[in-house]
């Protein structure tokens, strides 16, 4: 590890160790009940000693949050190509995709249950929901920025639309989808676990089951299972986006 | 001397319609001629209608009233284009950047690679091939877009204020560096400038333009050796050269 990068990482990782010593050592000074807030120590216990139940549902969790950034992502690059074909067509429709944005996802995950049943497809669902608009917003925005002189230069030389999409508005809308895409990880994290409580299945169900059983070491152990899967998400966004744009994009470059 | 005439303009008129301005008329009625094989600088302050008239020869954008004519443009690849600033794709690396315009038209790739290499050896940049724009300096990235420009073998090249973001020394250079390519590729060349020292030392002919919009101020044939170098820049023709086209945009630049 080079002095860099462990100027870089060693903050982060002394504030977190500082923070939880300081609230291991509040909780037990202050004697709360661990009803209302457990001890860090108790919840890495239950991690632990759940993890039978936590890693399972962290799958189902991970397999359902996968797919929805899939289809958020294949059906949102092809919303917002669409949408950037014509002034006409995004006055038109890019207000209902807004909808995506404002859908209060806890009040519809009952409605994608009545659509899709109980089970992983309704939680799919659900990811979808709340992580596509960025997605298509961020890919909009790319391939609306395309460098006029480049339009020319490809117009000049008689591209196709299609060989203009593919060697000059996709790419150049990449770097925009690929911060789309670190904002739709996170979310669809939340969409899934808020698809989870309604539909069943994965860190959903611990969480909610853990809390009838006023089990709250186990809620925060859930929680963090979830939060260690969004967090991975975002990385592995980070780490496509740097290999994808190392050589040409400013915002990867020299780090 | 009977060249041919590589390029008419007849009394072209082109108006755009600007939310603040209202109608913005960039070029009133303008004619041009311009003899195949020859370098012919078009010299006009910023802003008065220049890159206009390069869109328009390049068949990038129509005029409202008159024609324009380029007589030897069979086909596509016929015309290239250099853009003020390289705009170069910065995913790919200098050799693929170079070859695109033979992959947009559909040649093999082997055979775009071989010409996209040739171009480039052309420009001094044959061990560039594999590095990437952001890993270039200005003057080696206008270099590119020169190479990708020439890729297709063009009978026509449109420059549009090319060298203008760079500094003195570079731009010296590439001045020296396209008249030796246009006497070599025996082409077209429209070079449009707002530099006067530029006009003066690369074209043969300079057609001075007037502020917008734009009306030929002045059609001056420069009163130069073909043979060209730095040491022309100190002699007292080109300071002769210089001081008419000077008078020229002066009086360009009073028409209202």
Known sequence: MTSTRLARVAPPVATFVVGVALAELVIRALDVSPLILPRPSAVLAAAVAESSALLPALGATARAVLGGLALASTLGIAAAVALAASPWIQRAFYPYAIFFQIVPIVAIAPLLVIWFGYGPRAVVAAAFVVSVFPVIANTLAGLLSVDPALRDLFRLHGASAPATLWKLRLPWALPYLLTGLRIAAGLAVIGAIVGEFVGGGGLGVIVLGAMRQQRTDLVFAAVGYASGLGLALFAAVGLASRLALRHWHVSERER | ?256
């Open chain 2, 1 to 256: 001397m009977s060249r041919g005439v590589a390029l008419a303009l007849e009394d072209v008129h082109r108006t755009f319609h600007s939310d603040v301005e209202g109608e913005v008329a960039a070029l009133a009625g303008i004619d041009l001629a311009v003899a195949a094989g020859s370098f012919v600088a078009l010299l006009g302050p910023s802003g008065c209608g220049k890159s206009t008239l390069l869109r328009l020869v390049a068949g990038l954008d129509s005029p409202e009233r008159g024609v324009v004519r380029r007589s030897e443009a069979t086909g596509r690849s016929d015309v290239a284009m250099v853009f003020q600033d390289a705009h170069l794709l910065p995913w790919r690396d200098v050799l693929a950047n170079v070859a695109l315009p033979l992959e947009l038209l559909g040649r093999p790739r082997a055979e775009g690679r071989g010409l996209a290499a040739a171009a480039l050896g052309q420009v001094g940049l044959r061990d560039a091939l594999r590095r990437y724009p952001a890993e270039l300096s200005g003057g080696m990235r206008m270099r590119v877009s020169l190479a990708r420009a020439l890729v297709t073998e063009p009978r026509l090249l449109l420059l549009d204020e090319p060298f203008a973001a760079l500094d003195e020394l570079t731009r010296m250079a590439l001045d020296d560096e396209l008249r030796r390519l246009w006497r070599e590729a025996g082409l077209t060349v429209l070079f449009v400038t707002h530099s006067i020292a530029e006009a003066a030392y690369l074209a043969e002919r300079v057609v001075v333009l007037s502020r917008r919009p734009a009306r030929v101020v002045l059609d001056h044939a420069v009163a130069l050796p073909a043979e060209r170098g730095p040491a022309l820049r100190a002699e007292p023709a080109f300071a002769r050269e210089l001081g008419v086209l000077q008078e020229a945009l002066r009086r360009g630049a009073a028409l209202a």
